[in-house]
């Protein structure tokens, strides 16, 4: 693929929170994602740098003028808007890794916090008394007529 102005400022986007970890940035629905350590804390849509938020942080973005990232759905009722929880820093934290590094903090922060609250997927339990058969053996059952 081709490098565009977007990946370049998603690579410097990348770099900046590179001070807490694995930094990547990853393409994602005409943005990109932000990854620390496989673990998504931000994205860019618009060419604008949004970072992971949750009510413990969001008034610390808010603070300093920060706005969050809004996105339009059509459904059967029209467009609506849905407030994500990914807002804006303050743009001199876009200018220095120094100055991205508490607000990177705070959405590594949020996104382990997010990740944590997830409910584990629990296997449904075995069936008793029952044995899956192979395809082989349904293949012979006389209860297919064969």
């Known amino acids: 693929m081709e490098r565009t102005p977007a990946d370049a400022y998603a690579e410097h986007c990348a770099e900046l929170l590179g001070a807490l970890g694995a930094a990547r940035a990853k393409r994602l629905f005409g943005g990109h994602g932000l ?3 496989g673990l998504m804390v931000g994205l860019i849509a618009a060419e604008q740098l949004y ?3 949750d009510a413990e942080t969001r008034p610390r973005f ?3 003028g920060g706005r969050p990232f809004v996105c339009a759905r059509r459904d059967g009722k029209g467009e609506r808007h849905a407030t994500m929880s990914y807002w804006t820093p ?3 934290a876009i200018e220095a890794a120094e100055e991205m590094r ?3 903090r705070l959405a590594l922060e949020a996104a382990l916090r997010a990740q944590a609250a997830r409910r584990p997927r629990v296997k449904p339990p075995a069936r008793v008394g029952r044995v899956p058969a192979t395809r082989a053996a349904a293949k012979r059952s006389p209860a297919r007529g064969r």
């Open 35 to 37: 990854y620390l350590d």
């Open 51 to 53: 970072l992971k938020t």
């Open 62 to 64: 808010a603070s300093p």
């Open 90 to 92: 303050p743009p001199e």
């Open 102 to 104: 508490p607000w990177a």
